[in-house]
């Protein structure tokens, strides 16, 4: 069975500094997606970004990017120039062939002003 | 374009009473998923409809949880009895299979309260 490894229960990070959320996994599966959400005090889960795994090159949205470590089954996400809108929970999410997504169980995300 | 739409966004109730949530999903979107996400962790799986069809539902109690998604649009998920422990967010989503792309769009989840 998969698994997803969030390690860090709460980061904070100065504002316009960089902070970086680490994610690990355990999977059988080569094909797969890993996901980041953001989940703000509001609750509605919002996708930041995506990693398809066949894709040897870390995806970038913006401010976000993830560093895909496969062979070490790691997915961390980085934050740059932070904001204090970037406060909220953050999911790691992997994604298999069955379509089923299985969660982290979330970094809270404090950023300082 | 609507988001996904859930209703009641909170619930409070004693136990053993019944309660039902709606979820109305992002228009053309076939696949529906209900899941259940408990205080400080991350969403666990319930349910997850193509269409009408329940491809995977190993994670729903099946004695006191039901949900039915008639005609493949809305879908409704109901406990009976509810107990302490169902309390709770219950969050639908909904996506657009196309291939191996899958990206789930959140609603604001129900907050359920078992007294």
């Known amino acids: 069975a998969q698994t997803v490894t969030q390690s860090q229960p709460e980061m904070s990070v100065q504002e316009a500094e960089t902070v970086t959320l ?3 996994y355990d999977t059988s599966e080569s094909d797969y997606y890993l996901f ?16 398809e795994a066949y894709k040897q090159q870390n995806a970038t949205e913006n401010r976000f990017s993830v560093n895909f470590q496969k062979a070490a089954k790691s997915f ?3 934050i740059s120039d932070s904001q204090l809108g970037d406060a909220a929970m953050y999911f790691c999410a992997y994604r298999g062939g069955t379509y089923k997504y299985i969660f982290g169980t979330g970094t ?5 002003a | 374009e609507a988001g996904v739409v859930q209703s009641p966004r909170y619930k409070i109730i004693e136990k053993k009473q019944p309660v039902a949530f709606w979820c109305n999903p992002i228009s053309g979107h076939n696949t529906l998923y209900w899941y259940r996400q408990n205080l400080g962790q991350g969403p666990e799986l319930l349910i997850r409809y193509e269409n009408e ?8 109690p099946k004695d006191r949880f039901s949900a039915e998604r008639l005609k493949g649009v809305d879908s409704t998920l109901k406990i009976q009895p509810a107990e302490l ?3 709770a967010v219950y969050l639908c989503a909904s996506s657009l299979v196309e291939g191996w792309l899958n990206e789930q769009f959140f609603g604001p989840g129900t907050r359920l309260t078992v007294l």
Not at chain 1, 108 to 112: E, T
């Open chain 1, 22 to 24: 680490s994610c690990t």
């Open chain 1, 36 to 51: 980041w959400y953001k989940q703000p005090p509001s609750r509605q889960m919002i996708l930041v970004i995506r990693q």
């Open chain 1, 76 to 78: 961390s996400l980085k």
């Open chain 1, 108 to 112: 809270r995300l404090k950023v300082l």
């Open chain 2, 53 to 60: 069809e329940a491809v995977d539902d190993s994670q729903l």
């Open chain 2, 85 to 87: 422990g169902d309390s």
